[in-house]
């Protein structure tokens, strides 16, 4: 996300001046050694001694490299070049090269459970579906007669719903005709019915299912919090099970943005310095330090779904992790 950790890119400019992030050629240099960084003896059975590999560099045109997806049966990744209006393919082996030009700001991708690809586009404002033709579906622009905000980050349940968080962070100020909350909704799988879920979040942001989809995480980055929901058999949430799930807090650059689960139920989530894996109780386990000062989304990917992608705000990256990671589309898990 743009802000998902409360910082403008006028404080980043001031930050680049006095030595706290170096964006004179467009691209963030590393801050700290790559390194793993084992809080409890099980982050051993998650991940050891792999490297974390910078893959490619130089996107986000000022905007953020973001919204990673694996495209399996192509065996490669895509994901989002903000400011510059692209989605950009990295090929294992091979590179990146363009895949798609002007992509209405688009921000988190995923795919739904038809292989469908399905992109949050800040700069119109609305959730999209790409079908099989190339044309343009529109799963949400508006609610109660209002439009979204900017949406950001979007899951797909194995069911075919749609879920997408919608936060207020483009100038100018809200009008009297916008929303006025920041929210996270619901599309049904027909696109008959939106409903919002949370209106209550300062910015959310990142968002990802439990492996059995009965829980749904959903990060709150301003206030630095993973918060969690019971999900209710009709798809909406039991709101009074909301809890936070865990404290992303820490001097360090970086905060809670994109988020992904592993098939154990481990919660993988960006961080002060780093990547945070949390197991199903909220424990920390360990932290992935790539030395980029933003995680700002991650997803699992590879042919057996144990390479952990991340962007930062100019790069992407990689490491091998020993649990699988939920796969994209979704599919029910018992």
Not at 173 to 195: A, H, K, M
Request: glycine content about 14%; charged content about 20%; proline content about 7%.
């Amino acid at each position: 996300m743009d802000t998902g950790n409360g910082i403008s890119r006028r404080r980043m400019l001031a930050m680049s001046a006095a030595g706290g992030l170096a964006l004179g050629s467009g691209v963030a240099r590393a801050q700290a050694a790559k390194r793993i960084d084992p809080f409890e003896p099980e982050f051993d059975k998650i991940i050891a001694s792999e490297p974390i590999l910078e893959l490619a560099t130089g996107f986000g045109g000022g905007g953020n490299t973001e919204g990673p997806v694996w495209w399996k049966e192509g065996g490669y990744l895509l994901f989002s070049s903000i400011g510059e209006n692209r989605r950009i393919k990295y090929t294992p082996g091979q590179g990146t090269t363009v895949a798609k030009e002007k992509t209405n700001g688009a921000n988190g991708l995923t795919r739904d459970p038809q292989g469908r690809l399905v992109a949050c586009e800040g700069l119109t404002r609305r959730v999209t579906r790409e079908e099989a033709d190339g044309s343009i579906t529109v799963i949400a622009n508006s609610f109660q007669g209002h439009p979204l905000n900017k949406p950001n980050d979007v899951v797909v349940k194995s069911d075919g719903a749609t879920y997408f968080t919608d936060p207020w962070n483009i100038a100018p100020l809200p009008q009297q005709w916008d929303l006025g909350y920041n929210g996270v909704f619901r599309v049904s799988p027909d696109l008959g019915t939106i409903s919002l879920l949370v209106d209550t979040f300062a910015l959310p942001n990142g968002l990802a299912f439990s492996p059995d989809e009965k829980v749904l995480y959903i990060n709150d980055s301003r206030r630095r919090q993973i918060r969690a929901f019971d999900v209710l058999p009709n798809g909406l949430l039991a709101r009074q099970t909301e809890r936070v799930f865990v404290e992303l807090l820490g001097s360090e650059p970086g905060g809670p943005d994109g988020m992904k689960v592993d098939i154990a139920g481990n919660v993988y989530c960006g961080g002060p310095g780093g990547i945070y894996v949390m197991d199903p109780q909220g424990r920390k386990l360990g932290r992935i330090v790539h030395g980029n000062p933003q995680t700002t989304n991650i997803a699992f990917g590879g042919d057996d779904w144990k390479t952990l992608y991340f962007t930062s705000r100019t790069a992407l990256g990689s490491v091998r992790v020993k649990i699988p990671g939920v796969a994209v589309p979704a599919t029910k898990r018992a």
